[in-house]
């Protein structure tokens, strides 16, 4: 039960991510179903991308000038934001959806034929669009955090006038500068939100976030408050069940959570379908086939399968040129494919080489699942030149995995080192593989640990000879006086 609910700790800034996503795109998702905007999100979505693409088609590079290429999206929705607010009338002869729907494929063209002109135009594409919660940074998800939250207090002040042009919209006059500037505040402050979005997760995700949660909440609470409450815990439920399937079975995390959300859209339209319907045996009936059907297709798709899939090439790829979270993706794979383990040596030897303690942490995951002995020599190295940042992985592999060798090295670092926290780590380390001669050099020197250290050594001692504090400490003046 720990584990299904558990995340591993590379997911733990995606999983808050999705928080962070749901707690403002709900909010914005109960407007603009309201409004009967629905794909003004997805409009706003396109024109934050457009704006990015123009930051890098002007030299901005990606990754490394990202504040540059994010104020030319807010640039773009701002000019997006004018134009919903603007196009909205109580009188209208245009339907906002047609503006909405004519702003998308405006901003999608422009930004395919700048890609175009781009040699990493169809990578970029890809990426503005599908985007991958997996691969977020904890920067990102902060900074996120921030501006979400300066949305959210600006909406909170201004409360009463949003949701009086929102549910209202026919009782005030649509023709007054007031009543055209709080709607331009709207839709810029959703404009500041979308583009945020788009840059961390891509335009699909942000869509689903927005409408699939507030749909069904909608479906089975009346008012606002439980409306608000229902899509936040709906969305969060979602992510987490979507990010535990992307990672176990090594499925791009975007789409997969889309289908998790219309999937779970589906079940509750049913079930509630069936609660109102007057003919429940009819209507049963009918789904029953519906899935059948489904289930034999997605059955003849499965059974006519040619070939496995070759995750080669996809995780050469990633280990070789990928960001860090794309490495890490990189041997999560492995770990599902070990036959190409032997094959990627190379890559992954120099992977070690890097300071960073999730990858680190991914490597020893991986190492773990390896054959005996296979990564021995590797697994010495990083025990003989691993700092405290990395140190604790890869002792834990070298118990696990009984190294021969591997505790002379541990010994040796421990004699070296004269940090007493890390010495802590590495006697409990030998201890417990029963490496003793380690127990004379603590008799001798325990006195140097102080406070909860001495505390955390004396009850570590004591677990392992399974004696009392006393007894260790009255054996230890004795050792000091005698040797």
């Known amino acids: 039960m720990t584990d299904i609910l558990s995340l591993p700790d590379v997911l733990i800034w995606p999983f808050l991510a999705s928080v962070v996503l749901a707690g403002i795109h709900v909010y914005f998702g109960i407007h603009v179903i309201a409004r009967n905007v ?178 069904t909440s909608m479906l089975i609470f009346p008012d606002i408050k439980r409306r608000l409450i229902f899509g936040w815990i709906f969305a969060v439920a979602v992510s987490f069940v979507g990010m535990k399937i992307s990672w176990h079975f090594s499925l791009p995390s975007t789409p997969l959570i889309v289908i998790l959300f219309a999937v779970a859209l589906a079940i509750i339209a049913l079930v509630r379908q069936l609660m ?44 070789e040129s990928g960001t860090t979270q794309e490495k890490i993706y990189g041997l999560k794979l492995l770990t599902n494919h070990r036959e190409l383990v032997s094959k990627c040596r190379d890559l992954i030897v120099r992977l070690t080489k890097e300071n960073d303690r999730q990858l680190q942490a991914a490597l020893c995951e991986l190492f773990k699942e390896t054959r005996k002995n296979e990564w021995d020599d590797v697994i010495l190295t990083m025990l003989q030149k691993s700092d405290s940042d990395f140190l604790s992985c890869w002792l834990e592999l070298a118990k696990k995995k009984k190294i021969p060798g591997s505790t002379d090295i541990i010994y040796k670092k421990f004699t070296n080192i004269s940090d007493a926290d890390i010495q802590l780590e590495l006697i409990e380390t030998l201890l417990d593989m029963h490496y003793d001669k380690v127990t004379d050099d603590v008799l001798k020197n325990y006195t140097k640990f102080h406070g909860p250290l001495r505390e955390d050594l004396l009850k570590l001692l004591n677990d392992h000879y399974h004696t009392d504090h006393k007894s260790i400490e009255a054996f230890g003046d004795w050792w000091r006086t005698n040797h």
């Open 276 to 319: 109102l319907s007057k003919n429940k045996k009819h209507f049963a009936a009918s789904v029953f086939c519906s899935c059948t059907a489904l289930a034999i297709f997605c059955l003849i798709i499965y059974l006519g399968k040619a070939h496995k899939s070759d995750h080669a090439e996809e995780i050469t790829h990633l280990l």
């Open 38 to 215: 629905i794909f003004v999100d997805l409009a706003l979505a396109q024109i934050a991308a457009l704006g990015a693409v123009v930051g890098i088609y002007l030299g901005y590079e990606h990754g490394k000038e990202e504040t540059a290429i994010y104020l030319y999206s807010i640039a773009f929705t701002l000019i997006g934001a004018a134009i919903f607010s603007i196009s909205r009338s109580r009188n209208q002869t245009v339907p906002v959806e047609a503006i909405v729907g004519i702003t998308y494929t405006v901003a999608f063209a422009l930004t395919l034929i700048i890609l175009s002109k781009s040699p990493i135009g169809s990578h970029e594409l890809d990426r503005l669009l599908k985007g991958d919660i997996l691969w977020v940074t904890k920067d990102k998800v902060v900074i996120t955090a921030i501006i979400y939250a300066a949305v959210g207090l600006f909406h909170y002040l201004l409360r009463k006038q949003f949701f009086s042009l929102t549910f209202s919209y026919e009782t005030n006059d649509a023709a007054k500068l007031g009543v055209r500037f709080i709607d331009f505040l709207f839709y810029m402050s959703f404009g500041v939100v979308v583009a945020s979005s788009v840059s961390l997760v891509g335009v699909f995700l942000v869509f689903s976030y927005l409408v699939i949660p507030s749909v």
